[in-house]
């Protein structure tokens, strides 16, 4: 039986280590994270009670923290799709321990994205009347049907990769034997049953990849669609996306950072992974300058009264600290240590990542609510500060979907196992072979 | 009477002739029987439309807020006394913000600082209408955009949506707010948002609405646009006409004349 046991576990005993092990970090974090959950639920138990009147919100400007925590979660959703979909698509081997774990942080923080439209409704009891008298016409609608077809895909491709990590744990027995079971699907890891698995995750992946861009450009649109100065612009869009899939990299670049530390997975997610992805994000920072470069330089030149009133709130107006300061976070200070090879440590990277994340929160909030002052027509004093009622449910959410990741880590393995395995038993001949039908035919002519 | 066929038949008559007697006397006599719901056909012929004299309004004593009090009493307003949450169906801003378009720098100051009434414009393309998700908001066929305080989810897209700003919010419950409730016009509840309704529910009384009747300058003009003899359409003969940022081709129907 021991034997058994070995056998399944193999090498990677410490692939399964964070399941059955639970350390006085784990009690330390759940505590922590339960409190500020009830802290954020607190808040909205006061504001289900006595009205959006407990938020900073007012006539003038009416959408603020809630709406940029919608767009900002969404956006993060962006990153699992990325890693585990599109690295698999181009073949790129070094996906192999990340892809869990980014799938994951896309299909949790789906679900705080989609909370934080209903937290902002004046009447969140007649929240289904949306789809019961659904007007298709609206952006909100499109935005209804592309993140349900997106949390769908992606729960589906993050259980598919699942059962064969899911089939490990049941053959190992225990108490949650009968869990593992049911959910493994009669899995037994036949050759037949892996090619089948490997063509639902592949035509599962190359159809997540244009929903991800729907969800991110349709989200945009509920801006993008108005004609409200500085958010009509036809480059929401892409600029959205692009923002997206920078702060979604840079949280899956902090979740990976710290289940290496917590986990203890230093060798299987190693500095190399780090350098790869933090390669990436540099593209990504570049490519956010680019548009956001691109969307400001045209309206400048422009110079439309209405357009250059907001722009100049933004630059050096009411919303200046703001602004600089989202510019420093999201490009001054990530762009050096990226870009630098020397600086590219885990650490240092890790750091630009939460500098990029804190830098495009802010990036929402100074797209948003900037152009709701209206300048010409803003009413005297018109300002917007959120209350503590805000703040808390953002802290809510964040902590509850640190939460739900921890407890996840607690019942299945954060690294996919199976893949690990296929990429040492396999990957290595995979490559040379496609590398070598990349080369021109040898002439193997007899001397 | 024997019970035979013709005393039979005589019976019959003579029931048939008292179940007829009282609603042939309502039918022959002068009751008013009540009036069908309006049709979408019925409703499409007309399209109504307000006129502010300028000129006229600014004639009136300084602060004079007639119309605003006539209509924010009548549809229960309530006053929650701040700029976060005020919540306003017709108000007056100043005329370099209104019509900012319109050159200053070379003009006199006389009007610059005099207001300007400003309400919802009842556009015939509706920006509002499109983004609402639920419906709660629609373009009724004789003009009017209307709101279903019990349909909307108070999402404020259609805030969002308007270029005037003419949505006002429920951020808490009104009613505490409310100085002396109509009980004729309902109040709202927390969470919806609301708007000047071109008062329909007076139209279907055949009454004008609340602010063109309470303007003691006749200030306001209001009427219907497909009909060539209406009072709205003598004035808006020969007269230079401005609208709020029309340029953005929400054809609004509150037209302003100076």
Redesign the interface.
């Known amino acids: 039986m021991l034997d058994q046991r070995q056998k399944i576990i193999g090498e990677d005993k410490i692939l399964f280590e964070h399941i059955w092990k639970t350390g006085k970090g784990f009690y330390i974090t759940v505590s922590i994270l339960g409190a500020l959950v009830l802290l954020g639920l607190y808040a909205y138990v006061t504001q289900y009670r006595n009205g959006l009147t407990v938020t900073g919100l007012s006539r003038q400007i009416f959408w603020g923290v809630y709406i940029t925590n919608f767009v900002f979660f969404i956006g993060i959703s962006h990153a699992g799709t990325f890693i585990s979909a599109v690295l698999r698509v181009l073949k790129a081997e070094w996906r192999r321990p990340i892809s869990r774990a980014s799938e994951l942080t896309t299909v949790f923080i789906l679900l705080f994205g989609v909370g934080s439209v209903l937290i902002d409704l004046g009447r969140p009891d007649r929240m289904l009347y949306a789809i019961r008298y659904a007007n298709f016409r609206s952006p909100l609608l499109w935005d209804v049907c592309s993140i349900t077809m997106y949390l769908t895909v992606s729960s589906i491709s993050l259980y598919l990769a699942l059962i064969p990590d899911i089939a490990l744990l049941r053959d190992l027995g225990g108490k949650r034997e009968w869990f593992y079971r049911i959910l493994s699907l009669g899995w037994t890891g036949t050759e037949s049953q892996h090619r089948r698995l490997e063509r639902a995750i592949n035509f599962m992946s190359i159809l997540v990849i244009p929903v991800m861009i729907t969800v991110h450009t349709v989200v945009s649109f509920v801006f993008a669609m108005t004609i409200q100065p500085l958010w009509h612009s036809a480059i929401f869009g892409p600029y959205f996306v692009v923002g997206a899939i920078f702060s979604g990299v840079a949280s899956v670049i902090v979740v990976m950072a710290v289940l290496r530390k917590a986990y203890h997975l230093e060798n299987y997610i190693k500095p190399v992974h780090f350098n790869n992805i933090g390669i990436f994000l540099m593209a990504m920072t570049l490519l956010w300058f680019y548009f956001t470069f691109a969307e400001y330089i045209t309206i400048v030149y422009g110079n439309e009264p209405v357009h250059m009133a907001i722009f100049w709130s933004k630059l050096t107006g009411k919303f200046a600290p703001l602004f600089w300061l989202h510019f420093i976070l999201c490009f001054v200070i990530p762009l050096p240590i990226l870009a630098v090879r020397r600086f590219r440590t885990i650490r240092r990277i890790v750091v630009a990542s939460i500098s990029i994340i804190l830098g495009m929160w802010l990036e929402r909030f100074v797209i948003i609510v900037p152009t709701l002052t209206k300048q010409r027509m803003a009413v005297e004093g018109a300002f917007y500060i959120p209350t503590w009622v805000e703040w808390s449910i953002l802290v809510g959410c964040i902590s509850l979907f640190i939460l739900l990741y921890t407890l996840f880590t607690k019942v299945f393995p954060i690294v996919p196992i199976w893949e690990i395995r296929e990429g040492r038993e396999k990957a290595v001949r995979m490559v040379s072979e496609r590398i070598e039908s990349y080369l021109p035919e040898t002439d193997v002519a007899p001397q | 009477m024997q019970f035979d066929r013709r005393g039979f038949l005589k019976i019959a008559g003579l029931t048939a002739l008292g179940l007829v007697a009282k609603p042939g006397w309502e039918v022959f006599s002068k009751i008013d029987l009540p009036e069908p719901s309006p049709t979408a056909e019925s409703l499409a012929k007309i399209r109504w439309a307000m006129v502010v004299d300028l000129k006229k309004c600014w004639s009136a004593k300084e602060g004079c807020r007639d119309c605003i009090d006539a209509c924010h009493r009548i549809h229960n307003v309530p006053n929650l006394g701040t700029?976060?949450?005020?919540?306003k169906w017709v108000w007056t801003?100043p005329y370099e913000?209104?019509f900012?378009e319109h050159e200053f720098e070379l003009t006199g100051e006389e009007y610059q600082h005099q207001p300007v009434l400003l309400l919802c414009n009842q556009c015939d393309d509706p920006?509002c209408v499109?983004?609402?998700?639920?419906?709660?908001t629609w373009r009724r066929e004789d003009g009017i955009i209307m709101m279903d305080f019990h349909?909307?989810?108070?999402?404020?897209?259609c805030?969002?949506?308007c270029?005037y700003?003419s949505r006002?919010?429920?951020?808490?419950?009104p009613r505490s707010f409310i100085k002396n409730i109509n009980l004729e016009y309902p109040t709202r509840?927390?969470?919806?948002?609301e708007k000047c309704n071109f008062c329909v529910e007076r139209l279907a009384q055949n009454k004008i609405p609340a602010c063109v009747e309470a303007c003691k300058e006749k200030a306001l003009v209001f009427g219907d646009l497909k009909d060539p003899k209406s009072e709205i359409r003598e004035a808006l003969k020969f007269k230079t006409i401005y609208q709020r940022q029309p340029e953005?081709g929400t054809k609004p129907k509150v037209y302003y004349i100076l």
């Open positions: 700029v976060k949450e005020e919540i801003e913000k209104v900012p920006p499109k983004y609402c998700p639920t419906r709660a349909r909307c989810i108070g999402c404020r897209y805030m969002a949506g270029p700003g006002s919010f429920n951020w808490r419950d509840i927390r969470g919806v948002v953005l």
